[in-house]
């Protein structure tokens, strides 16, 4: 059943919770979740500090610092793509820059668009551009994903664009040294840093339409306490990241890039679903095939027409 | 006696648990998967009955899936040749009594114990870009730098995996060229050396010929384990990059277990079977005519 | 006679040289494993510069190596147990007993050679989780013992052939019911089928991943081979652990190898031979 009327009736709920498009339907909420992952650039301050280098704003200022870093014989980003997924992460960055956050539901939500539009292709010539300036170790498509994260820890590489679920790990190699940023803007483009994060929501809770009203009336209690900002805070604190503002977090005990990352939290406005969850294990296994084949020095045209005829064949042509 | 050997309930206990195990899991299944096959089906949904779409489907649209049988193909052929020759050159070379015989072809014989897996994973680390046997080896003799990912690319990936079954198989198939060898008469060898035949002549017309039913034993098995490789593909490369070095076997595994397309998963597993039926039966009749039974 | 002399070197070098490729990566593996991350990059071709025995008995202490064991054993041993009686009662039946059926099937029985293990894996991972078969050991075991139905029943029914039949004669006219005379005469006769048999069972249960993959979803279930596959993946950069598991998987099968050699080599040949 819808939580709108729940969410907006309770003001704490309202306050605290940040609609994100994962539990609607039809323009309602559905279900909230607690949990939150979200993708970023781990940096490492040391390094930018001993470089003079400021965290990028634009993508001019991102490719002067792979040039910098990997001119001092630093590798720029940390990036293993053995697993595919991987490597998709900058591209879905880069084509929100470019298309803004709503143009990739065409294709993974509405299932109307097309991968072969201009825009995909266009994403897939700037993460080429990215890997040709030297941007990721050698032999970065096959590098197993604990070693690309080593590559980070051990400060041989500068970067390293990774979700949330290693906030904890990273934080407890790096301490104080660990910062992150959001990709930064691409002139000419329509989507924002400041507002378009990638995310995905885990724990989503819902309240069955069928309920007697009764347990449903159980439900809405359990739904407020859950979700009340005392519990969310208190979840918060334990380590996991939450979709809420206004939480209360202790920052003595918190490490600070949490902190951080909460206040930036506040500002997102759009949040852009990993691709592969959304096409599904068929589709969205080929996606992220798709763009290790591209970094591969595969044709992206010739890719993703090849991934369309796959998404086709999988939703029926439409 | 006759009545006692005809004891049908005798006959029955004795026979049955087999036959009821065996029925269960192999042919029973087996009509249950070509059955699959004309289904959609994905375990949550209802079973819809979907005619020839997904054979359909498998051969008019699935690229991937012609990238397999391409694959496969390309698979039985690179092992047959890096097997076959390899096998039996070692078996002629250890049949005539050489210092340390017994030696080499047990040692020879040893990899096939090992499990697929042990295996798959061992090639791994000797293929590994940075700090596998490999390249280490290349760099002793050259290029200092060299770190290709041989599992990794696409043009290397499938024949990689051909050379670590091929490590693990020879000396499977120099085995039973041994067995045939060894059981030719000693007259013939005798015969042949008394008119004056070189060892070369020696093979070519009294051992190939004599070993022509363990060839054709030696081919068939080959052919229908290449075609049904799987441990070693899903551990080395997972049919990557790419699909590069996907299999028929990988190919049906990740559609049927990771995507949950049961009925489609059911089509390839049934194209898989008529693969290994067909050519059991085409190189059985290649090699009627060769058999020599009698000599 | 020089040319012989060359060419008679000339095979050696073939045959040395097979050996070093068998022998030598065993031996990195074994060698690498010992070492640490760094040292396994920078001094690949070195003994170890610390050796580290502590991967191996963390292995068994952290990650569980134990308990894989311990399965395999379980599945194989059990297996093999349940295989040997099933299909020397049927080959019994098949080779020395009289009904219409017995040829029919043996033949329907070694149909079964030239079905490969994927072409059933599907309808038998719906039928175990419909029937609810939680544990899936049974479900398990009992596929592997339909898979080593043909072969078992081939063999030994081709053996059981070649014993005279006065054997049961002689035993039934003493007052003997002939499931008696098949086991208190004709098994003890079994032993060198029975021992090639085994050698089969045991080693194709053992190295199996495929079902085991499909049918085995809890960590304490996991068999040698499903159980190490994990070494690959999450603990990739930790080079140790994962050849340290690799040596352990294989030194079983080496050590066993070394014993039996002989009858591994001809009893696995037979098989092979007679399918």
């Given at each position: 059943?819808?939580?709108?009327?729940?969410?907006?009736?309770?003001?704490?709920?309202?306050?605290?919770?940040?609609?994100?498009?994962?539990?609607?339907?039809?323009?309602?909420?559905?279900?909230?979740?607690?949990?939150?992952?979200?993708?970023?650039?781990?940096?490492?301050?040391?390094?930018?500090?001993?470089?003079?280098?400021?965290?990028?704003?634009?993508y001019e200022e991102l490719m002067n610092l792979i040039k910098l870093f990997k001119g001092k014989g630093i590798i720029p980003m940390a990036m293993g793509n053995q697993d595919p997924w991987v490597g998709s992460l900058p591209y879905m960055f880069v084509f929100d820059r470019i298309a803004g956050p709503f143009k990739y539901e065409e294709t993974c939500f509405d299932k109307t668009g097309k991968f072969t539009d201009p825009e995909y292709i266009r994403a897939a010539e700037i993460i080429v551009e990215i890997?040709?300036?030297?941007?990721?170790?050698?032999?970065?498509?096959?590098?197993?994903?604990?070693?690309?994260?080593?590559?980070?820890?051990?400060?041989?590489?500068?970067?390293?664009?990774?979700?949330?679920?290693?906030?904890?790990?990273?934080?407890?190699?790096?301490?104080?040294?660990?910062?992150?940023?959001?990709?930064?803007?691409?002139?000419?483009?329509?989507?924002?840093?400041?507002?378009?994060?990638?995310?995905?929501?885990?724990?989503?809770?819902?309240?069955?339409?069928?309920?007697?009203?009764?347990?449903?009336?159980?439900?809405?209690?359990?739904?407020?306490?859950?979700?009340?900002?005392?519990?969310?805070?208190?979840?918060?604190?334990?380590?996991?990241?939450?979709?809420?503002?206004?939480?209360?977090?202790?920052?003595?005990?918190?490490?600070?890039?949490?902190?951080?990352?909460?206040?930036?939290?506040e500002n997102v406005k759009y949040s852009i679903i990993p691709w592969d969850n959304l096409l599904g294990p068929n589709v969205g296994k080929e996606f992220n095939l798709s763009t290790q084949s591209i970094y591969a020095g595969k044709n992206p045209a010739e890719v993703f027409a090849n991934l369309q005829k796959i998404a086709d064949m999988e939703w029926g042509s439409k | 006696m006759e009545k006692v050997l005809s004891n049908k309930p005798v006959i029955s206990m004795l026979i049955f648990p087999a036959l009821i195990i065996y029925c269960l899991v192999v042919p029973i299944p087996v009509i249950a998967s070509v059955y699959y096959s004309f289904t959609s089906w994905d375990l949550i949904g209802e079973m819809r009955f979907s005619g020839l779409q997904n054979y359909v489907n498998l051969f008019l649209h699935d690229d991937i899936f012609r990238l397999c049988i391409k694959n496969t193909v390309v698979f039985l052929f690179v092992s047959i040749l890096l097997q076959e020759p390899a096998a039996f050159i070692f078996s002629v070379l250890l049949t005539k009594g050489v210092r340390g015989q017994k030696f080499f072809r047990n040692l020879f014989f040893m990899p096939i114990v090992f499990s697929g897996v042990s295996v798959s994973l061992m090639f791994y680390f000797v293929y590994h870009p940075d700090a596998g046997v490999v390249n280490n080896l290349i760099r002793l003799f050259g290029n200092k730098e060299f770190s290709f990912a041989w599992l990794g690319e696409e043009k290397t990936a499938l024949l990689s995996v051909t050379?670590?079954?091929?490590?693990?198989?020879?000396?499977?198939?120099?085995?039973?060229?041994?067995?045939?060898?060894?059981?030719?008469?000693?007259?013939?060898?005798?015969?042949?050396?008394?008119?004056?035949?070189?060892?070369?002549?020696?093979?070519?017309?009294?051992?190939?010929?004599?070993?022509?039913?363990?060839?054709?034993?030696?081919?068939?098995?080959?052919?229908?384990?290449?075609?049904?490789?799987?441990?070693?593909?899903y551990i080395m490369t997972y049919g990557g990059p790419a699909h590069a070095s996907e299999v028929i076997a990988s190919h049906m595994y990740s559609k049927a277990f990771v995507q949950l397309k049961y009925g489609y998963g059911s089509a390839i597993s049934t194209v898989l079977m008529v693969l290994c039926i067909i050519s059991s039966v085409i190189l059985t009749k290649v090699f009627k005519d060769r058999v020599y039974s009698d000599v | 006679m020089n040319k012989n002399a060359m060419l008679s070197k000339i095979k050696y070098i073939f045959l040395y040289i097979y050996s070093i490729i068998i022998i030598f990566p065993l031996l990195f593996i074994l060698i690498s494993s010992l070492k640490?991350?760094?040292?396994?990059?920078?001094?690949?071709?070195?003994?170890?510069?610390?050796?580290?025995?502590?991967?191996?008995?963390?292995?068994?202490?952290?990650?569980?190596?134990?308990?894989?064991?311990?399965?395999?054993?379980?599945?194989?041993?059990?297996?093999?147990?349940?295989?040997?009686?099933?299909?020397?009662?049927?080959?019994?039946?098949?080779?020395?007993?009289?009904?219409?059926?017995?040829?029919?099937?043996?033949?329907?029985?070694?149909?079964?050679l030239m079905i490969p293990a994927h072409s059933t894996i599907i309808p038998l991972f719906f039928l175990s989780s419909k029937i609810g078969l939680k544990n899936p050991k049974i479900s398990l075991?009992?596929?592997?013992?339909?898979?080593?139905?043909?072969?078992?029943?081939?063999?030994?029914?081709?053996?059981?052939?070649?014993?005279?039949?006065?054997?049961?004669?002689?035993?039934?006219?003493?007052?003997?019911?002939?499931?008696?005379?098949?086991?208190?005469?004709?098994?003890?006769?079994?032993?060198?089928?029975?021992?090639?048999?085994?050698?089969?069972?045991?080693?194709?249960?053992?190295?199996?991943?495929?079902?085991?993959?499909?049918?085995?979803?809890?960590?304490?279930?996991?068999?040698?081979?499903?159980?190490?596959?994990?070494?690959?993946?999450?603990?990739?950069?930790?080079?140790?652990?994962?050849?340290?598991?690799?040596?352990?998987?294989?030194?079983?099968?080496?050590?066993?190898?070394?014993?039996?050699?002989d009858k591994i080599v001809d009893g696995l040949t037979a098989g092979a031979v007679k399918g």
């Open positions: 059943m819808a939580l709108d009327d729940i969410i907006n009736g309770d003001e704490e709920l309202k306050n605290t919770y940040i609609p994100y498009r994962l539990a609607q339907f039809d323009g309602k909420t559905y279900a909230i979740g607690y949990t939150l992952t979200t993708e970023v650039y781990y940096y490492n301050k040391e390094l930018f500090a001993q470089y003079n280098v400021n965290v990028p704003k634009t890997a040709e300036a030297g941007a990721y170790p050698n032999n970065f498509n096959t590098l197993n994903y604990d070693e690309a994260k080593a590559l980070f820890t051990s400060g041989k590489a500068a970067m390293y664009p990774m979700g949330t679920w290693e906030l904890a790990n990273l934080a407890k190699e790096m301490g104080d040294n660990l910062g992150f940023f959001n990709f930064p803007d691409i002139e000419g483009g329509i989507g924002k840093s400041e507002e378009d994060w990638v995310c995905s929501q885990d724990g989503a809770t819902s309240i069955s339409a069928k309920s007697s009203a009764d347990k449903t009336e159980a439900a809405i209690k359990f739904l407020k306490f859950i979700f009340s900002t005392e519990r969310l805070s208190d979840l918060a604190m334990s380590g996991a990241l939450v979709p809420a503002k206004g939480l209360i977090l202790d920052e003595t005990k918190l490490q600070k890039v949490s902190i951080d990352i909460y206040s930036q939290l | 050379v670590a079954l091929a490590w693990q198989y020879i000396g499977y198939h120099m085995t039973i060229y041994i067995s045939g060898i060894s059981s030719i008469p000693k007259e013939l060898f005798e015969a042949a050396r008394i008119d004056g035949a070189n060892e070369w002549m020696v093979v070519k017309h009294i051992i190939f010929p004599m070993l022509m039913p363990m060839i054709q034993v030696s081919m068939i098995l080959i052919t229908t384990s290449s075609l049904k490789a799987f441990d070693y593909i | 640490d991350n760094e040292d396994i990059f920078t001094n690949p071709w070195g003994l170890p510069k610390v050796y580290h025995w502590n991967t191996y008995l963390q292995l068994f202490q952290k990650y569980g190596m134990g308990i894989y064991f311990l399965n395999s054993l379980y599945y194989s041993i059990l297996g093999c147990i349940i295989s040997i009686i099933v299909c020397t009662a049927a080959a019994y039946a098949i080779s020395r007993l009289k009904w219409k059926l017995s040829g029919i099937t043996l033949g329907f029985l070694l149909l079964g075991i009992l596929i592997f013992v339909a898979f080593s139905i043909p072969t078992s029943v081939y063999i030994l029914a081709s053996f059981m052939k070649s014993i005279p039949r006065e054997m049961e004669e002689s035993a039934v006219i003493d007052g003997c019911s002939i499931i008696g005379a098949f086991i208190r005469i004709i098994t003890p006769l079994l032993k060198t089928p029975i021992a090639t048999v085994t050698i089969f069972t045991f080693l194709g249960i053992w190295n199996d991943l495929l079902f085991s993959l499909v049918f085995i979803n809890k960590e304490s279930d996991k068999n040698l081979q499903l159980g190490i596959m994990k070494f690959l993946g999450s603990y990739g950069s930790r080079y140790g652990i994962l050849l340290s598991a690799i040596v352990v998987s294989m030194l079983p099968a080496i050590i066993v190898y070394i014993m039996l050699q």
